[in-house]
């Protein structure tokens, strides 16, 4: 079991360029999330998918855009990068929302200039 | 939304002190759940309480959840080093996870 699976590990990008990162669990979870980490501000949800073929937003979603692709893969794309999304990026899964403990990915690095 | 507020941001202590952080939130929660991250590492799960004055222990680390379900801490007595990195509360707010902003807890040898 690979658990939760981030891509890339680092990324610079810049200003203006569009990316997409990729997230993949291999726990048949129906909810998966994806969070920014930025210094003294916690965890902050961009959005997540309560089940297959679902996405809300969170508390920080302007910017972003997502695909549930399937039940195993969420992807979050940046379409036209600014500097205020450099930032630590969380993918996350649980079997359900809220009660459900949530596993983690080994987040993606990425730099803005 | 509701806003779960963890204090302290940060807490240096000598290895063998006990360390505390808090949750407190201006309404009822439903339940919470704890999450340790290691320096350069992701959140991983530590706990989840549910019952007004729940108590839990995991070895050195005691978790509490307040009557009336508006607070909660973890205690960890005799720190170690490898007790080194942030934790955080979070709460179910509509079957999505609001994390509190984390202790920081370094840990002096």
């Known amino acids: 079991n690979a658990g939760v699976t981030q891509t890339p590990k680092f990324q610079v990008l810049k200003t203006g360029q569009s990316m997409t990162l990729q997230c993949a669990q291999d726990m048949n979870h129906n909810s998966m999330y994806w969070y920014r980490q930025d210094p003294g501000m916690g965890l902050r949800l961009i959005y997540y998918s309560a089940s297959e073929g679902t996405t809300d937003k969170g508390e920080v979603p302007n910017g972003y855009n997502v695909s549930r692709l399937n039940k195993r893969e969420f992807s979050l794309r940046l379409e036209s990068a600014a500097p205020s999304q450099t930032s630590v990026y969380f993918c996350?899964?649980?079997?359900?929302?809220?009660?459900?403990?949530?596993?983690f990915g080994p987040g993606t690095r990425l730099t803005v200039t | 939304g509701q806003q779960v507020m963890q204090i302290p941001q940060y807490q240096h202590v000598q290895e063998g002190e006990d360390f505390t952080t808090y949750c407190n939130s201006s309404t009822t929660l439903s339940n919470i759940q704890w999450y340790k991250q290691r320096p350069g590492g992701h959140p991983v799960f530590l706990i989840q309480?549910?019952?007004?004055?729940e108590v839990k222990k995991q070895k050195r680390l005691t978790f509490q959840f307040g009557e009336a379900k508006k607070n909660s801490s973890l205690h960890i007595t005799a720190t170690q080093t490898t007790d080194v990195g942030t934790y955080f509360c979070a709460q179910n707010q509509g079957g999505k996870l609001i994390f509190g902003q984390g202790t920081e807890l370094s840990v002096k040898p």
């Open positions: 996350a899964s649980s079997e359900s929302g809220g009660r459900a403990e949530q596993y």
């Open positions: 309480l549910v019952k007004s004055g």
